[in-house]
């Protein structure tokens, strides 16, 4: 008897700590009204017992015509909102250029106008230095003596009539000397002459192609400098910006390499151009070379002339 009791006891104890703990697992819930409220509630056994309680998820409906906000990604760079250029051509990236680089590149764009001002005008020089030497040279090889070359070139200019002129000037200078002395100093001083007035000629036909020379040496050390100072700026840019899109890096690189091909664009035609006339500068002293040469041998044959008899002087005259 009395261990049933005790078995009664400990159940009833069992079932009292179960009630206590879902009482506590379960929310309040308002006081319910109408016929439910009478209904008593089962009483838990041991058999039975309840289960175990949930907590409840309130779902709140999304009014209609409304999306939920999506979460931000975690990593995403900021939204930055950024005036880009829509110009990409030559002109307009000129226009949105620092004021370096459009210096930049109006200085390339002046020494490439430079180079084809000098390229049109020194070609029409070269050209009509160049067919005035052959003539003369063809007057000089054709006459007999230093007196009819003078008369075939008459008074017309160019270094050609110059160095028939110049060794006249010499002879006549020598001719009280070459009745005692021989003509072998004459020659001498006739020859000195004529290289003077050959590479002075020369000289004058060079002049401008060193301009040439400096353009193309120096015009892509320029748009160099201006390419690094605009990918400087663009770089800032880009801090600013805090973004590294290729929509906002483009443009500002892009205007920096047209330095670079100004660059370029000035320095090769002015290579070339230069290294045609160098070509031309040097033809054009080789025809006065010949030129010279032509003299040198009518006034050695003027100075043989001299030991034969008269007449035949007179006739080779």
Same mark, same amino acid.
């Given at each position: 008897?009395?261990?049933?009791?005790?078995?009664?006891?400990?159940?009833?104890?069992?079932?009292?700590?179960?009630?206590? =703990?879902? /009482?506590?697992?379960?929310?309040?819930?308002?006081?319910?009204?109408? *016929?439910?409220?009478?209904?008593?509630?089962?009483?838990?056994?041991? &058999?039975?017992?309840?289960?175990?309680?949930?907590?409840?998820?309130? /779902?709140?409906?999304?009014?209609?015509?409304?999306?939920?906000?999506?979460?931000? =990604?975690?990593?995403? $760079?900021?939204?930055?909102?950024?005036?880009?250029? +829509?110009?990409?051509?030559?002109?307009?990236?000129?226009?949105?250029?620092?004021?370096?680089?459009?210096?930049?590149?109006?200085?390339?764009?002046?020494?490439?106008?430079?180079?084809?001002?000098?390229?049109?005008?020194?070609? %029409?020089?070269?050209?009509? @230095?160049? %067919?005035?030497?052959?003539?003369?040279?063809? &007057?000089?090889?054709?006459?007999?003596?230093?007196?009819?070359?003078?008369? $075939?070139?008459? +008074?017309?200019?160019?270094?050609?009539? %110059? %160095?028939?002129?110049?060794? $006249? $000037?010499?002879?006549?200078?020598?001719?009280?000397?070459?009745? +005692?002395?021989? @003509?072998?100093?004459?020659?001498?001083?006739?020859?000195?002459?004529?290289?003077?007035?050959?590479?002075?000629?020369?000289?004058?036909?060079?002049?401008?192609?060193?301009?040439?020379?400096?353009? @193309?040496?120096?015009?892509?050390?320029?748009?160099?400098?201006?390419?690094?100072? @605009?990918?400087?700026?663009?770089?800032?840019?880009?801090?600013? =910006?805090?973004?590294?899109?290729? !929509?906002?890096?483009?443009?500002?690189?892009?205007?920096?390499?047209?330095?670079?091909?100004?660059?370029?664009?000035?320095?090769?035609?002015?290579?070339?151009?230069?290294?045609?006339?160098?070509?031309?500068?040097?033809?054009?002293?080789?025809?006065?070379?010949?030129?010279?040469?032509?003299?040198?041998?009518?006034?050695?044959?003027?100075?043989?002339?001299?030991?034969? *008899?008269?007449?035949? /002087?007179? !006739?080779?005259?």
């Amino acid at each position: 008897m009395s261990r049933s009791v005790l078995f009664a006891a400990l159940a009833a104890s069992v079932i009292f700590s179960a009630e206590i =703990a879902v /009482a506590q697992q379960q929310p309040a819930t308002p006081p319910a009204t109408g *016929p439910a409220a009478a209904a008593p509630a089962p009483a838990a056994s041991a &058999a039975n017992p309840p289960p175990p309680a949930q907590t409840p998820v309130e /779902a709140v409906p999304a009014e209609p015509g409304i999306q939920p906000a999506p979460s931000a =990604a975690v990593g995403k $760079e900021p939204s930055v909102s950024l005036t880009l250029p +829509h110009d990409l051509s030559p002109w307009g990236m000129f226009m949105n250029a620092d004021i370096v680089v459009k210096a930049v590149i109006i200085g390339l764009a002046f020494a490439s106008l430079v180079t084809w001002t000098i390229w049109l005008a020194k070609s %029409l020089e070269v050209l009509g @230095g160049k %067919l005035r030497a052959r003539r003369a040279a063809a &007057a000089i090889g054709n006459a007999a003596t230093l007196m009819q070359a003078r008369r $075939e070139l008459g +008074h017309s200019g160019g270094p050609g009539a %110059l %160095l028939v002129r110049a060794a $006249e $000037e010499e002879r006549a200078l020598s001719a009280g000397a070459l009745d +005692h002395v021989s @003509g072998d100093g004459l020659k001498e001083r006739v020859a000195s002459r004529l290289w003077r007035i050959e590479a002075a000629a020369a000289r004058r036909m060079s002049r401008g192609t060193g301009l040439l020379a400096t353009i @193309g040496s120096t015009a892509p050390f320029v748009g160099l400098f201006g390419t690094v100072w @605009g990918i400087m700026n663009a770089f800032i840019g880009i801090s600013q =910006a805090q973004t590294t899109n290729l !929509a906002v890096v483009a443009p500002g690189i892009a205007e920096a390499l047209l330095a670079t091909a100004m660059g370029l664009v000035a320095a090769i035609p002015a290579v070339v151009i230069y290294n045609v006339f160098a070509r031309s500068i040097a033809g054009y002293r080789q025809i006065l070379a010949d030129a010279s040469t032509g003299v040198e041998r009518l006034v050695s044959r003027d100075l043989d002339f001299r030991t034969l *008899p008269p007449a035949t /002087a007179i !006739a080779a005259e």
